[in-house]
Every structure is written in C-alpha cells, then in structure tokens.
C-alpha cells in the first residue's frame, strides 16, 4: 500500500479520520480498521474519503469497525473544517459538502486557530414516530427517526453506566433496524436544554454526535415538551440545536489536529 496522507480533526472528542478520495485506499473498512484502532493505528472513531474542489467537497464515511455509514454531523464539520483551513476561509463562508444522506451546507460562523465553527443544515428529520422496544431484559419507549441515518432515543433520565452499556448495544443492534442504529439516552433538564449519553453504531460509546445531538433534539421537542431551539449537552460539550421548518440546524465547533501519512498497511491493527 502506498503512504496515505491522513489528516485527523475532531468535534467534542468526536474524531474522524480524513483521507483524499483518490483510489488509494483501495479496502476502505480493513484500512479503516487499521488506522482507527486507537492503540496500533492512529485512533479514530471513523474514517472519512473525501475530494475538494473550492468550496464544495465530497464525502463517504465508514465507522470505526469498518461498517458503512450515511452521514455523521461531527465528521461532516471535520471534512469542512479541513477544507476551510486549505482554503482559509473566514467567517462568513458557506461549504458544501455532498454525503451518503444527500447534500449539506455549512455557514463558517467563526473561526480560532485550526477551530472552525460552523452552522450546519442537516434536513429535515424522518420517519419520526414513538415505539415499544424489547431489549437487554426490558421494555423501553423509543423515539426513532432518520436525520440521514438511523436513530433510536431514549428518553427519560439518563441510565447507570451498567444500564447504559447493556441497553446501547442491544438497541443498536435490535432487529427493529436491520442496518443498525445509533442509539441517545435523553435527559429534558429544561426547556432550552437537554443531556445526553450516545452509543454509536459501528463505534460504541462516543463523547459527540452531531446527528445525535440533532436527532436528539428532534425527539425531545416533539415526545419529550422541550422546545425547538436547545443545548444538547454531551459527554464531549454542548451543541446548538434548532429545529425550524426549515429543517434542523446543528451549530459547534471541529478541530484539525493532525497532518500525517499512514504508512503501517493493513495489518498494522494485528498483534
């Protein structure tokens, strides 16, 4: 395998690997496997193929264990973030980015340093509706949707660390979603502001979501008596949700923390 240059960024802890789209990643999942496991690769909780052309990009995410995904929030801000540092783009700058869940834009809203904050237009939620679920021993009612991909949320206070690790996976991987899901415990602490604890599909626990924080928000406003503009504190740090006719609008900052090559192949991950 070729070196691969590899840029990493995160969102709230939440980090992507970013690599140009270019045919020399020829096995995305085992090269995403490779390079995301967090002792013998880089560490990531995805890896993300992308092109750049001024300021429009193109990307196609994989999780962690090398599963596909649609769209992540988080590493959609990273991808736009990269690319508004190659660009030096200042407040003001729109990004496009085409994805697995269709096209995104992004408002540069500020910028420190390698941090970009951007207000991102993630769509409209679908398919919401509330649902009776079996899993882990219990029965739970859930909010599901797709905020360009699958989403399952608890609401109601926030599980125990034991709860937490037996429900998010059962739920994740519950036959009710044939592709999986990613699961939120949702906590309404106020009308503006929520809580939240996530459970990644194809990751695990992770300290951010964007299209989590959304989805969250999404579910507490219509299921759960909150509003329609909110704080989704997570593990990570607090991001903005709006929930408009527009569509939903998630607000908060990426990080660019690293240039790099990969130079390890596939079987870096192996002991």
């Known amino acids: 395998m070729p070196a691969i240059p590899i840029v990493k960024a995160n969102a709230y802890g939440n980090d992507f690997l970013l690599a140009p789209d270019d ?19 880089i560490g990531a909780d995805g890896l993300i193929l992308f092109t750049m052309t001024g300021q429009r ?14 769209l992540s929030g988080n590493g959609l801000r990273c991808l736009a973030a990269h690319l508004a540092r190659v660009q030096d783009l200042a407040p003001g700058a729109v990004v496009t980015v085409d994805t697995g869940a269709g096209t995104k834009t992004l408002d540069l809203v500020a910028r420190d340093g390698a941090r970009y904050t951007f207000r991102a237009a993630m769509g409209q939620p679908e398919d919401l509706r509330e649902t009776e679920l079996v899993a882990a ?20 206070a926030l599980p125990s660390p034991d709860r937490f690790n037996r ?18 415990f949702v906590e309404v602490e106020a009308p503006d502001r929520v809580r939240i604890l996530i459970w990644e599909r194809g990751v695990g626990p992770t300290t951010s979501s964007g299209t989590g924080s959304s989805a969250s928000a999404v579910a507490a406003a219509a299921h759960g008596g909150a509003g329609r503009d909110l704080a989704v504190v997570a593990p990570g740090g607090t991001q903005r949700v709006e929930w408009t006719p527009d569509g939903v609008f998630l607000t908060g900052w990426a990080h660019v923390v690293l240039d790099g090559t990969w130079t390890g192949g596939l079987d870096a991950h192996l002991p």
């Open 167 to 184: 429900l998010g996976p059962a739920l994740a991987t519950h036959s009710a979603f044939p592709a999986g899901t990613n699961v939120e």
């Open 23 to 41: 045919g020399a990643v020829a096995d995305p999942p085992s090269f995403t496997r490779a390079a995301c496991a967090r002792h013998l690769g």
């Open 57 to 70: 990009a193109t990307m196609r995410l994989w999780n962690a264990d090398g599963s596909p995904s649609e």
């Open 137 to 156: 021993g219990e029965t739970v009612r859930a909010s599901v949707l797709r905020m360009g991909n699958p989403q399952c949320i608890v609401l109601g």
